[in-house]
T-cell receptor, first 108, second 111 residues
Framework: LAKTTQPISMDSYEGQEVNITCSHNNIATNDYITWYQQFPSQGPRFIIQGYKTKVTNEVASLFIPADRKSSTLSLPRVSLSDTAVYYCLASASRQLTFGSGTQLTVLP | DADVTQTPRNRITKTGKRIMLECSQTKGHDRMYWYRQDPGLGLQLIYYSFDVKDINKGEISDGYSVSRQAQAKFSLSLESAIPNQTALYFC???FGPGELFFGEGSRLTVL
């Protein structure tokens, strides 16, 4: 299983771009990298998934370098409603285990 | 209606009681998961199932059991509940290794 490491917390201001990095040194060849967002007392919600290089959707971008030992979730122009915990998962295997996540707090 | 439905949403019980949390999905996914979340912490995988006959232990399966009654139903049981099993429990589904879809959670309190 690929173990992931993220910063415990981050603060940002409204309108700024936020980058959250995840380390996954022992990622397997067939592992995908997936990011989720979780609000208190709610189940996590899918944000974005990628395998390598860059993936972009309507809410975020995911950057994965060639060695795939880390990935960066980029949230453009965050708002107060983006305050949440963000998790990265690196696994294509049977077990999908979450790390501790990053608490992002967006300040006015 | 939610694609992944958990019942009950809230339950208070006493130590030693048997509790069942149920999960049903209308997404047609093959994979189903049960997670536990303690306050302020991440999600821990309890059990997962890729098929009715394919059930596997996760990180913290002790004290729990599961049943995959059909492709759409996956139940979690606490045979003899204890206070440190007080937590928020989530069911999730996926098609292959793709996106996980979570239910709204079942909050369990064991007194």
């Amino acid at each position: 299983l690929a173990k992931t490491t993220q910063p415990i917390s981050m603060d940002s201001y409204e309108g700024q771009e936020v980058n959250i990095t995840c380390s996954h040194n022992n990622i397997a060849t067939n592992d995908y990298i997936t990011w989720y967002q979780q609000f208190p007392s709610q189940g996590p919600r899918f944000i974005i998934q990628g395998y390598k290089t860059k993936v972009t959707n309507e809410v975020a971008s995911l950057f994965i370098p060639a060695d795939r030992k880390s990935s960066t979730l980029s949230l453009p122009r965050v708002s107060l409603s983006d305050t949440a915990v963000y998790y990265c998962l690196a696994s294509a295997s049977r077990q999908l285990t979450f790390g501790s996540g990053t608490q992002l707090t967006v300040l006015p | 209606d939610a694609d992944v439905t958990q019942t009950p949403r809230n339950r208070i019980t006493k130590t030693g009681k048997r509790i069942m949390l149920e999960c049903s999905q209308t997404k047609g996914h093959d994979r189903m998961y049960w997670y536990r979340q303690d306050p302020g912490l991440g999600l821990q995988l309890i059990y997962y199932s890729f098929d009715v006959k394919d059930i596997n232990k996760g990180e913290i399966s002790d004290g729990y059991s599961v049943s995959r009654q059909a492709q759409a139903k996956f139940s979690l049981s606490l045979e003899s509940a204890i206070p440190n099993q007080t937590a928020l429990y989530f069911c999730a589904t996926s098609f292959g290794p793709g996106e996980l879809f979570f239910g709204e959670g079942s909050r369990l309190t064991v007194l």
